[in-house]
């Protein structure tokens, strides 16, 4: 489902006047594009990886490789989306060419 401001209420829950390029701990949340079940499933309360899901496992242990200023702590794939917690420390803000 696309997001329609008619329907949806969504609210930032970022800080106003917080710099988040500053270091410290995030928790972030990534879904999945319209929130499809692409890195496995559920099953008998057990999270199953299927490829995609293994990737995004490698992935997120390689954000350190990639951002050295990066310490990651516990994070878990669920089936459309990812939750962790990492921290940043020192300056590793780049600017991105997209």
């Known amino acids: 489902m696309s997001y329609n401001p008619e329907i949806h209420q ?12 500053q270091p410290g701990w995030y928790f972030l949340t990534l879904c999945t594009h319209d929130r499809r079940p692409i890195f496995g499933h559920v099953a008998g309360g057990k999270m199953i990886l299927n490829i995609g899901g293994q990737v995004a496992h490698r992935c997120w242990l390689e954000i350190p490789d990639h951002f050295p200023q990066s310490v990651l702590d516990e994070f878990v794939v669920m089936p459309d989306h990812v ?3 990492i921290e940043f420390w020192g300056m590793i803000v780049k600017k991105m060419k997209y």
């Open 83 to 85: 939750h962790g917690i």
């Open 10 to 21: 969504r609210q930032s829950i970022r800080l106003k006047a917080y710099d988040y390029s």
